[in-house]
């Protein structure tokens, strides 16, 4: 295998790399989608990468997962620290009063929501997600977190596609990344 990099190190990106998959032409033509499912699905390393991703950041007081694969980290991450999990979902999810973050995509744009009254004022947020890719959904997110009162105290993700330039998108963020390809 060639050599892998990560913000955790080599050694943990290279088990995050042997247990995500590459799936080339979903959900278009032209992406490479990265499924992480064999990594949730193994408890060796879905451990590893919950337990880095609780020591990536230091000091936050609740964590934020992105819809949907993020929900499955977030949870995990949120347990294992010791604090709280807030759902940003999609548009029309949440059933009470939001604030709204839109995007564009690729053909068209993206809204995410957090409910209004989601943190108490200053709570030091970490956003997690699967994969970084544009940054378009990270910074959706970081900034609902700023609209909702709170601190975002950084980012981490378990897959970075550095060559789409995500991170300079979210540049006034710190990110972790547990894989950079
Ligand atoms: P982006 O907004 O371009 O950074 O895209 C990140 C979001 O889209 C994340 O929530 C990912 O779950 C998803 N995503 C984007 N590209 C991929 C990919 N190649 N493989 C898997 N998920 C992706």
Known sequence: MSEVTGDSGPELAALVADRVLDVPGFPHAGIVFKDLSPLFADPVAFRRVVDATVHAHDGFDVVVGIEARGFVLAAAVAY????????VRKAGKLPRDTHAASYALEYGEATLEVHRDAFAAGQRVLV????LATGGTAQAALQLVEQAGASPLGLTVVVELSFLGGRA??????????LIV
């Open 169 to 178: 998108r979210v540049d006034a963020h710190p990110v972790h990344s547990l």
């Open 128 to 131: 997690v997600d699967d994969v």
């Open 80 to 87: 294992a620290a010791g604090v709280g999990v807030v759902p």
